[in-house]
């Protein structure tokens, strides 16, 4: 067997063979590093058993074997202990190979995914912009207009019980007021100077430790090599604290109640990653991970987007503001969350 195969050890692509079982038989030395799994232990177990997704993946393969597909690729997500299921892209080929008549190629396929969800989030970004400077117009005038006759109206009354309800009028007009210009308006123009992020780091874990003395942990994963990065403080300091805030919060609330939980920190240098359609030498990969309940699902494709939150009572401003501050720094932000572990990540450029 492995004089047969020989050359494909050879290969960069990991590569498996499989039998009409769908067992595997032989793997590639780039098979066992891309699954982090010796060939002794892979041979012998069901391919599909590998995978979280092995439902569809059996009739991928029952099919490749019934009409003798030349090529058929789809994406499947191997199981990890400890770790989030790997996305890969396997293509499935028919051999004429008595024994094994299958043959499996496999690439990771992650940096393909996160670069598409960047682009999604990059267009959602500006759509949404967009609507809001929209919106603001539409809105701003008749609330203006609400606002001052309330005004006028309190003048004429007499009644001192009366006045509470134009007090009512005047008091929302000037919240919605304010919540507009924290949507629409940058509240000052980007500082930039030299920033230790570990300094930002230690400044919302005491903010967040005083806001929330009982219940939750604020625990450091900091990378000391990390360099200094150039970039506006305190804007790094509110998308840092508005991350961690929403954890500690989902932590402490809804079906999590009275259990708490744990925040970490972790700070990691990534290098040669693309940004924001953009190359970079070196980038920051700083992560808030907690061990909640998750992002709800029905609002994980717009957890950006302003105006909406997953808790009741939330402005849903936290997370839009976080994408700007850290566009405004070059960067991206994305999230992978599931019950018990949710990880938001600040991809930020260091060179």
Same mark, same amino acid.
């Given at each position: 067997?492995?004089?047969?195969?020989?050359?494909?050890?050879?290969?960069?692509?990991?590569?498996?063979?499989?039998?009409?079982?769908?067992?595997?038989?032989?793997?590639?030395?780039?098979?066992?590093?891309?699954?982090?799994?010796?060939?002794?232990?892979?041979?012998?177990?069901?391919?599909?058993?590998?995978?979280?997704?092995? %439902?569809?993946?059996?009739?991928?393969?029952?099919?490749?074997?019934?009409?003798?597909?030349?090529?058929?690729?789809?994406?499947?997500?191997?199981?990890?202990?400890?770790?989030?299921?790997?996305?890969?892209?396997?293509?499935? %080929?028919?051999?004429?190979?008595?024994?094994?008549?299958?043959?499996?190629?496999?690439?990771?396929?992650?940096?393909?995914?996160?670069?598409?969800?960047?682009?999604?989030?990059?267009?959602?970004?500006?759509?949404?912009?967009?609507?809001?400077?929209?919106?603001?117009?539409?809105?701003?005038?008749?609330?203006?207009?609400?606002?001052?006759? %309330?005004?006028?109206?309190?003048?004429?009354?007499?009644?001192?019980?009366?006045?509470?309800?134009?007090?009512?009028?005047?008091?929302?007009?000037?919240?919605?007021?304010?919540?507009?210009?924290?949507?629409?308006?940058? $509240?000052? %123009?980007?500082?930039?100077?030299?920033?230790?992020?570990?300094?930002?780091?230690?400044?919302?874990?005491?903010?967040?430790?005083?806001?929330?003395?009982?219940?939750?942990?604020?625990?450091?994963?900091?990378?000391?090599?990390?360099?200094?990065?150039?970039?506006?403080?305190?804007?790094?300091?509110?998308?840092?604290?508005?991350?961690?805030?929403?954890?500690?919060?989902?932590?402490?609330?809804?079906?999590?109640?009275?259990?708490?939980?744990?925040?970490?920190?972790?700070?990691?240098?990534?290098?040669?990653?693309?940004?924001a359609r953009q190359r970079h030498k070196l980038a920051?990969?700083?992560?808030?991970?907690?061990?909640?309940?998750?992002?709800?699902?029905?609002?994980?494709d717009r957890v950006f987007n302003p105006l909406v939150?997953? $808790?009741?009572?939330?402005?849903?401003?936290?997370?839009?503001?976080?994408?700007?501050?850290?566009?405004?720094?070059?960067?991206?932000?994305?999230?992978?969350?599931?019950?018990? $572990?949710?990880?938001?990540?600040?991809?930020?450029?260091?060179?």
């Amino acid at each position: 067997m492995a004089a047969a195969y020989a050359g494909l050890d050879l290969l960069a692509t990991a590569v498996v063979a499989l039998d009409g079982g769908h067992t595997v038989r032989y793997a590639n030395q780039a098979a066992e590093n891309l699954l982090s799994t010796g060939a002794r232990t892979l041979i012998g177990q069901r391919f599909p058993a590998l995978f979280t997704d092995n %439902a569809g993946l059996e009739k991928v393969l029952a099919e490749a074997l019934a009409v003798h597909w030349s090529y058929r690729a789809q994406t499947v997500h191997y199981e990890r202990p400890g770790h989030a299921p790997m996305p890969l892209s396997c293509v499935v %080929a028919p051999i004429e190979v008595p024994d094994m008549p299958l043959l499996i190629e496999l690439r990771p396929i992650q940096e393909q995914l996160r670069l598409e969800r960047e682009e999604r989030l990059i267009d959602q970004q500006e759509a949404t912009r967009e609507l809001l400077r929209n919106l603001a117009h539409e809105i701003k005038n008749p609330l203006g207009g609400l606002r001052g006759s %309330a005004q006028l109206l309190e003048r004429e009354l007499e009644r001192a019980d009366l006045k509470e309800y134009t007090q009512v009028i005047i008091k929302e007009a000037d919240r919605l007021q304010v919540l507009l210009d924290r949507l629409l308006t940058p $509240r000052r %123009a980007v500082q930039l100077a030299q920033v230790n992020i570990h300094e930002v780091l230690e400044r919302v874990r005491s903010l967040v430790q005083a806001e929330f003395p009982t219940g939750i942990s604020v625990m450091r994963n900091y990378d000391p090599s990390v360099p200094d990065m150039v970039g506006d403080i305190e804007q790094l300091i509110q998308a840092v604290l508005n991350v961690v805030r929403n954890a500690a919060q989902a932590l402490l609330s809804g079906a999590n109640a009275g259990r708490g939980g744990a925040i970490v920190l972790r700070t990691r240098t990534a290098r040669q990653v693309t940004i924001a359609r953009q190359r970079h030498k070196l980038a920051l990969e700083l992560q808030v991970i907690d061990d909640g309940p998750g992002v709800p699902e029905d609002i994980r494709d717009r957890v950006f987007n302003p105006l909406v939150s997953g $808790r009741e009572g939330g402005s849903g401003i936290g997370l839009a503001l976080v994408q700007t501050y850290v566009k405004n720094h070059g960067g991206v932000v994305e999230f992978d969350s599931r019950s018990g $572990r949710t990880v938001f990540t600040l991809l930020l450029p260091l060179a």
